[in-house]
């Protein structure tokens, strides 16, 4: 699946899937191939997606999908989104494992694999804002919370 000149697209309020294909003359399924732990059908303001235009590229400027795109610098949200859904990845990954130990799954060491990676997801956001150690701190109190 090889993109010569992906984007990063921040979602926005008013933003769907269907519209992101439209705008960047592409499919809903190829935006949801690159972007597997987004749910199509809430898709959470200040998420950021990568999307592989078509060979048409980009609309021009006065028909953006959203005309009220925040000014967020790429990869980085506020604080409150981005704790917002690193903390709705924890909840989600969480069940899954409940899920997967309860059901006696075979995918029980890839979920924990990937819930493991929350608390340093979490840390890096209190990075941004706190000294390493504090934030480090955080990753090991939550690491043994899991």
Request: glycine share 6%.
């Amino acid at each position: 699946m090889f993109c010569s000149q992906p984007i990063k697209h921040i979602i926005c309020p008013g933003d769907t899937l269907y519209r992101l294909a439209r705008y960047y003359q592409t499919t809903v399924q190829a935006i949801q191939a690159r972007n597997p732990e987004i749910n199509p059908y809430n898709l959470l303001v200040g998420t950021t997606i990568i999307i592989c235009p078509g060979e048409g590229g980009e609309m021009p400027q006065n028909q953006r999908p959203n005309q009220q795109r925040p000014m967020v610098q790429p990869g980085r949200g506020t604080l409150a989104a981005d704790m917002r859904r690193a903390w709705m990845q924890h909840v989600y990954w969480t069940r899954m494992l409940l899920i997967s130990l309860a059901s006696k799954l075979p995918d029980v060491d890839v979920v924990t694999a990937r819930l493991m990676q929350n608390p340093q997801m979490i840390a890096d956001i209190f990075g941004r804002y706190y000294y390493a150690e504090t934030s480090g701190m955080i990753n090991r109190l939550l690491c043994e919370h899991l």
